[in-house]
C-alpha cells in the first residue's frame, strides 16, 4: 500500500483525470457526448483543484515538511528498482504553484481565445495533459519518472504545436520540434544510462549520495572523469527541451500553435524543464566545472545572439518567441555561475510576466481578427486599454525596471555572471550586460508598433489560410475570460521580485539548494554581501551600467518607431551587410535542411540497405530460414519410416557415445 500523501496524488493526477474526460467524452472518440461548456468547466476544475492542493504544499514545505517516497514499484530487475515516486522539496513546491497557476490562467484565458474554433474539446484534453506531464516532471524522486515526464511534455508539445494540423506550416513546425528535441533526449539518456551504470540505481537521493564517489571514476580506457561526461549528456537534454544553441530553431516555429499554447510552452512547461532538471541535479553538476563553463557560455550566446533576432520579427509572437530563447540564456548562464537559486527565480518571475506578454499578444491578435503581423496595427491602446496597460506591465518586467519583477531576478543573474570564477564567466557578462540594451530594443519596438503611433490594422492582407480575417469594424478589447487572466498574471509581475527575493534567494527557503555549492564556485556570496534589502537593490538599479543600456535602448526604440519611423528604415540599409543573416536566422535551419539532414538521410538509407536490408533481413532473418530449409530437405530423407533404419541409427549413436567417454575418462 502506497506511503503517499494523498494531496501530492491530487496535484499530479487531477489534471490527467480532466484531459480524459475532456478528451474521451468531448470529442467523436465516444461520440461526443460532452458539450463544449462542460469540457472547458471539468478541465478547469480539476486543474483549479491541483492549483490550490500546490498553494497547501507549498506552505507545508515553508513550514518544514519534506517528503521522498515511492507511490508504486513498477518492476524489479534484481536489485533495480523502476518506481513511481514522489520528491517534494522546496524546488518541486515552487515548481508545482508555478505550473498550475500558469496553466489555470491559460485555461480560463482560452475560453475566450478558443472560443469559434472547432478543436475546442480536444484543445482542452491537451492543454490539461500537458499540465499533468509537466507536474510528473517536477514531482519526479526519480530518474525513470523524469524521463517519463520529459517524454511526455515532448509528445504533447507536438500535439500542440501541430493542433491545426491541416496547415503545412503547423506540421512542419511539430516535426520540426519533435526530432530536434529526440537529439536532446538521445543526450539526456545516455546521461542517464552512465549514472545508473556507475551507481546502480534511478534513485535521486541515492545517486546524489554517492556524487563524491561518482565524481573520482573515470570512462574505461579513457582519462576523461565519468561525471563530466554524463552531466555534458544531460545538459544535451536540457539544450533541447530549453532550446539552447544549436537546439533552439524549433521554439520560433512552435508559434504555429495557438496563442495559450504558446504561454504554455514558454512560461511554464516544456522550456523551463531543462532549467528545472539541471538546477534538480546540481548535487552532480557542481563537481565539473568543464560543464558548468559549457553551460554558461552556451547560455551566454543565447542570451545576447537569439535576442538580436527578436529586433527584426514582424510577427507578434515571434517576436515574444525570441525574447523567450534569450531569457531562458539567462538563466542558463545562472546555471553556469552556480547560483541555482537565482536560475529558478528567474525562471519563476520569467513564468508570470511571459505568460502575461504573450497572453497579451493574443488578446490583440483577436482584436485585429487574427492577424499577427505588427506592420499592420498600431494605435491600438485607445481601443484596448487594459490590454495595453498589461502589456506595458509585463514589458516594463521583462527589461528589468527596477522594483519590477524581472529586474530583481534579471539584475542578480548579470551580478552572478560578474562574480564567478569559473571559465568563459566574463564573456557571459558581457552579453548579459549587452543582453539587456537588446531585449528593451525588441521590447520596445514591439510595444510602441502595436499600441502606438498611426492606425494600420484595416490595411493587412487577408489571410484565410491562417484564419486573417478583413477587418470590418474597429479593434475592441477582449472579452473578460480573456483579460482576467491579464489582470491576474500582472500582479506578480509587478511585486514578485519585492516579495520573493529574499525568501527564495538570500533566505532559507532554498537553503538545500543553495548548500551543493563547492568551493570557487561563491558568486551566489558575493551577491549576499551586495544585498541590502530590496529598497535599496531596487533605489541601486538605477544607478547601474544595465538600467543605462536599459534607458538609451527606450530612446533608441521610441526614436526609430515613435519619433522618426524612417529612422529604422535607414538602420536597416546601414546593417545591409548583416541583415541576409539575421533574417535566416545565423543560417542554422539552413544548416539542418541543407547539410544535416541530408547526411541523416544518407545514414539512414545506408543502415536501411546494407544494415536492415542486407544483414538483418537478408542474413539473418531470410538467411537462417534458408539455412532451415536446407537441412529439413536433406534431414527428410533420413525419415524413411522403416524401424529397422531407426534401430540401426540408434545402435550406431549409442556406440559412438561409448567410445566419446572410454575416451575422456582414460
Same mark, same amino acid.
Request: glycine letters at 8%.
Given at each position: 500500500?502506497?506511503?503517499?500523501?494523498?494531496?501530492?496524488?491530487?496535484?499530479?493526477?487531477?489534471?490527467?483525470?480532466?484531459?480524459?474526460?475532456?478528451?474521451?467524452?468531448?470529442?467523436?472518440?465516444?461520440?461526443?457526448?460532452?458539450?463544449?461548456?462542460?469540457?472547458?468547466?471539468?478541465?478547469?476544475?480539476?486543474?483549479?483543484?491541483?492549483?490550490?492542493?500546490?498553494?497547501?504544499?507549498?506552505?507545508?514545505?515553508?513550514?518544514?515538511?519534506?517528503?521522498?517516497?515511492?507511490?508504486?514499484?513498477?518492476?524489479?530487475?534484481?536489485?533495480?528498482?523502476?518506481?513511481?515516486?514522489?520528491?517534494?522539496?522546496?524546488?518541486?513546491?515552487?515548481? *508545482?504553484?508555478?505550473?498550475?497557476?500558469?496553466?489555470?490562467?491559460?485555461?480560463?484565458?482560452?475560453?475566450?481565445?478558443?472560443?469559434?474554433?472547432?478543436?475546442?474539446?480536444?484543445?482542452?484534453?491537451?492543454?490539461?495533459?500537458? @499540465?499533468?506531464?509537466?507536474?510528473?516532471?517536477?514531482? &519526479?524522486?526519480?530518474?525513470?519518472?523524469?524521463?517519463?515526464?520529459?517524454?511526455?511534455?515532448?509528445?504533447?508539445?507536438?500535439?500542440?504545436?501541430?493542433?491545426?494540423?491541416?496547415?503545412?506550416?503547423?506540421?512542419?513546425?511539430?516535426?520540426?520540434?519533435?526530432?530536434?528535441?529526440?537529439?536532446?533526449?538521445?543526450?539526456?539518456?545516455?546521461?542517464?544510462?552512465?549514472?545508473?551504470?556507475?551507481?546502480?540505481?534511478?534513485?535521486?537521493?541515492?545517486?546524489?549520495?554517492?556524487?563524491?564517489?561518482?565524481?573520482?571514476? @573515470?570512462?574505461?580506457? @579513457?582519462?576523461?572523469?565519468?561525471?563530466?561526461? =554524463?552531466?555534458?549528456?544531460?545538459?544535451?537534454?536540457?539544450?533541447?527541451?530549453?532550446?539552447?544553441?544549436?537546439?533552439?530553431?524549433?521554439?520560433?516555429?512552435?508559434?504555429?500553435?495557438?496563442?495559450?499554447?504558446?504561454?504554455?510552452?514558454?512560461?511554464?512547461?516544456?522550456?523551463? =524543464?531543462?532549467?528545472?532538471?539541471? &538546477?534538480?541535479?546540481?548535487?552532480?553538476?557542481?563537481?565539473?566545472?568543464?560543464?558548468?563553463?559549457?553551460?554558461?557560455?552556451?547560455?551566454?550566446?543565447?542570451?545576447?545572439?537569439?535576442?538580436?533576432?527578436?529586433?527584426?520579427?514582424?510577427?507578434?509572437?515571434?517576436?515574444?518567441?525570441?525574447?523567450?530563447?534569450?531569457?531562458?540564456?539567462?538563466?542558463?548562464?545562472?546555471?553556469?555561475?552556480?547560483?541555482?537559486?537565482?536560475?529558478?527565480?528567474?525562471? *519563476?518571475?520569467?513564468?508570470?510576466?511571459?505568460?502575461?506578454?504573450?497572453?497579451?499578444?493574443?488578446?490583440?491578435?483577436?482584436?485585429?481578427?487574427?492577424?499577427?503581423?505588427?506592420?499592420?496595427?498600431?494605435?491600438?491602446?485607445?481601443? *484596448?486599454?487594459?490590454?495595453?496597460?498589461?502589456?506595458?506591465?509585463?514589458?516594463?518586467?521583462?527589461? =528589468?525596471?527596477?522594483?519590477?519583477?524581472?529586474?530583481?531576478?534579471?539584475?542578480?543573474?548579470?551580478?552572478?555572471?560578474?562574480?564567478?570564477?569559473?571559465?568563459?564567466?566574463?564573456?557571459?557578462?558581457?552579453?548579459?550586460?549587452?543582453?539587456?540594451?537588446?531585449?528593451?530594443?525588441?521590447?520596445?519596438?514591439?510595444?510602441?508598433?502595436?499600441?502606438?503611433?498611426?492606425?494600420?490594422?484595416?490595411?493587412?492582407?487577408?489571410?484565410?489560410?491562417?484564419?486573417?480575417?478583413?477587418?470590418?469594424?474597429?479593434?475592441?478589447?477582449?472579452?473578460?475570460?480573456?483579460?482576467?487572466?491579464?489582470?491576474?498574471?500582472?500582479?506578480?509581475?509587478?511585486?514578485?521580485?519585492?516579495?520573493?527575493?529574499?525568501?527564495?534567494?538570500?533566505?532559507?527557503?532554498?537553503?538545500?539548494?543553495?548548500?551543493?555549492?563547492?568551493?570557487?564556485?561563491?558568486?551566489?556570496?558575493?551577491?549576499?554581501?551586495?544585498?541590502?534589502?530590496?529598497?535599496?537593490?531596487?533605489?541601486?538599479?538605477?544607478?547601474?551600467?544595465?538600467?543605462?543600456?536599459?534607458?538609451?535602448?527606450?530612446?533608441?526604440?521610441?526614436?526609430?518607431?515613435?519619433?522618426?519611423?524612417?529612422?529604422?528604415?535607414?538602420?536597416?540599409?546601414?546593417?545591409?551587410?548583416?541583415?541576409?543573416?539575421?533574417?535566416?536566422?545565423?543560417?542554422?535551419?539552413?544548416?539542418?535542411?541543407?547539410?544535416?539532414?541530408?547526411?541523416?538521410?544518407?545514414?539512414?538509407?545506408?543502415?536501411?540497405?546494407?544494415?536492415?536490408?542486407?544483414?538483418?533481413?537478408?542474413?539473418?532473418?531470410?538467411?537462417?530460414?534458408?539455412?532451415?530449409?536446407?537441412?529439413?530437405?536433406?534431414?527428410?530423407?533420413?525419415?524413411?519410416?522403416?524401424?529397422?533404419?531407426?534401430?540401426?541409427?540408434?545402435?550406431?549413436?549409442?556406440?559412438?557415445?561409448?567410445?566419446?567417454?572410454?575416451?575422456?575418462?582414460?
Amino acid at each position: 500500500m502506497s506511503n503517499v500523501p494523498f494531496i501530492y496524488q491530487i496535484i499530479a493526477f487531477a489534471p490527467l483525470v480532466g484531459a480524459l474526460l475532456a478528451g474521451l467524452f468531448g470529442t467523436s472518440f465516444l461520440g461526443k457526448p460532452m458539450s463544449r461548456f462542460t469540457a472547458h468547466r471539468v478541465t478547469i476544475f480539476f486543474v483549479l483543484i491541483s492549483t490550490i492542493c500546490s498553494f497547501i504544499v507549498l506552505f507545508d514545505v515553508i513550514a518544514g515538511t519534506r517528503f521522498d517516497g515511492t507511490l508504486y514499484i513498477w518492476s524489479m530487475i534484481g536489485g533495480l528498482k523502476l518506481e513511481i515516486g514522489f520528491l517534494i522539496d522546496p524546488l518541486t513546491a515552487l515548481m *508545482m504553484v508555478v505550473v498550475t497557476s500558469v496553466s489555470l490562467m491559460v485555461h480560463i484565458y482560452s475560453i475566450g481565445y478558443m472560443a469559434d474554433d472547432d478543436g475546442y474539446e480536444r484543445f482542452f484534453s491537451y492543454i490539461s495533459l500537458f @499540465t499533468f506531464s509537466m507536474l510528473m516532471l517536477v514531482m &519526479a524522486n526519480n530518474m525513470l519518472q523524469l524521463f517519463f515526464g520529459w517524454e511526455a511534455v515532448g509528445l504533447v508539445s507536438y500535439l500542440l504545436i501541430g493542433f491545426y494540423y491541416d496547415r503545412p506550416t503547423a506540421v512542419f513546425a511539430n516535426m520540426k520540434a519533435f526530432l530536434i528535441n529526440r537529439v536532446g533526449d538521445f543526450g539526456f539518456i545516455l546521461g542517464i544510462g552512465l549514472l545508473l551504470s556507475y551507481s546502480g540505481t534511478l534513485n535521486y537521493a541515492e545517486v546524489f549520495g554517492q556524487s563524491e564517489q561518482l565524481s573520482l571514476q @573515470t570512462l574505461p580506457g @579513457t582519462d576523461w572523469m565519468m561525471l563530466t561526461v =554524463a552531466t555534458i549528456c544531460l545538459f544535451v537534454g536540457a539544450m533541447g527541451k530549453s532550446a539552447q544553441v544549436p537546439l533552439h530553431s524549433w521554439l520560433p516555429d512552435s508559434m504555429e500553435g495557438p496563442t495559450p499554447i504558446s504561454a504554455l510552452i514558454h512560461a511554464a512547461t516544456m522550456v523551463t =524543464a531543462g532549467i528545472f532538471m539541471v &538546477a534538480r541535479f546540481s548535487p552532480l553538476f557542481e563537481y565539473s566545472d568543464v560543464t558548468l563553463s559549457l553551460i554558461i557560455v552556451v547560455g551566454a550566446i543565447g542570451a545576447l545572439f537569439l535576442g538580436v533576432l527578436g529586433i527584426i520579427q514582424n510577427d507578434i509572437k515571434r517576436v515574444i518567441a525570441y525574447s523567450t530563447l534569450s531569457q531562458l540564456g539567462y538563466m542558463t548562464v545562472a546555471l553556469g555561475a552556480s547560483v541555482y537559486s537565482v536560475a529558478i527565480f528567474h525562471m *519563476m518571475t520569467h513564468a508570470f510576466f511571459k505568460a502575461l506578454l504573450f497572453l497579451g499578444a493574443g488578446s490583440v491578435i483577436l482584436a485585429v481578427h487574427h492577424n499577427q503581423d505588427i506592420r499592420y496595427m498600431g494605435g491600438l491602446r485607445k481601443y *484596448m486599454p487594459l490590454t495595453y496597460v498589461t502589456f506595458l506591465i509585463g514589458t516594463l518586467a521583462l527589461t =528589468a525596471i527596477p522594483f519590477f519583477s524581472g529586474y530583481y531576478s534579471k539584475d542578480l543573474i548579470i551580478n552572478a555572471a560578474g562574480a564567478s570564477n569559473v571559465w568563459g564567466a566574463e564573456f557571459a557578462y558581457y552579453c548579459v550586460l549587452i543582453g539587456a540594451f537588446v531585449s528593451t530594443v525588441y521590447s520596445y519596438r514591439l510595444l510602441f508598433v502595436v499600441f502606438h503611433g498611426e492606425e494600420r490594422y484595416d490595411q493587412a492582407p487577408v489571410d484565410e489560410a491562417h484564419g486573417h480575417h478583413a477587418m470590418t469594424e474597429k479593434p475592441k478589447e477582449s472579452p473578460w475570460t480573456v483579460t482576467l487572466p491579464l489582470a491576474l498574471l500582472a500582479i506578480p509581475s509587478m511585486v514578485a521580485g519585492i516579495l520573493f527575493t529574499q525568501p527564495l534567494v538570500f533566505g532559507d527557503f532554498f537553503a538545500e539548494l543553495n548548500q551543493v555549492q563547492h568551493a570557487g564556485h561563491d558568486a551566489l556570496r558575493h551577491l549576499a554581501d551586495e544585498w541590502h534589502g530590496w529598497v535599496a537593490f531596487g533605489i541601486h538599479g538605477f544607478t547601474s551600467v544595465a538600467f543605462m543600456l536599459t534607458v538609451a535602448g527606450i530612446v533608441v526604440s521610441w526614436y526609430c518607431y515613435i519619433l522618426n519611423p524612417r529612422a529604422s528604415g535607414c538602420v536597416k540599409k546601414a546593417f545591409a551587410w548583416l541583415y541576409p543573416v539575421l533574417e535566416n536566422k545565423y543560417f542554422f535551419d539552413w544548416i539542418n535542411e541543407k547539410v544535416i539532414a541530408p547526411l541523416a538521410r544518407c545514414l539512414g538509407t545506408g543502415l536501411w540497405r546494407r544494415g536492415d536490408e542486407r544483414l538483418i533481413d537478408g542474413l539473418i532473418v531470410n538467411g537462417s530460414a534458408r539455412v532451415v530449409g536446407a537441412l529439413a530437405a536433406v534431414s527428410r530423407h533420413i525419415q524413411s519410416g522403416y524401424i529397422y533404419h531407426y534401430a540401426f541409427a540408434m545402435i550406431v549413436g549409442l556406440m559412438v557415445l561409448i567410445t566419446f567417454i572410454i575416451l575422456v575418462y582414460q
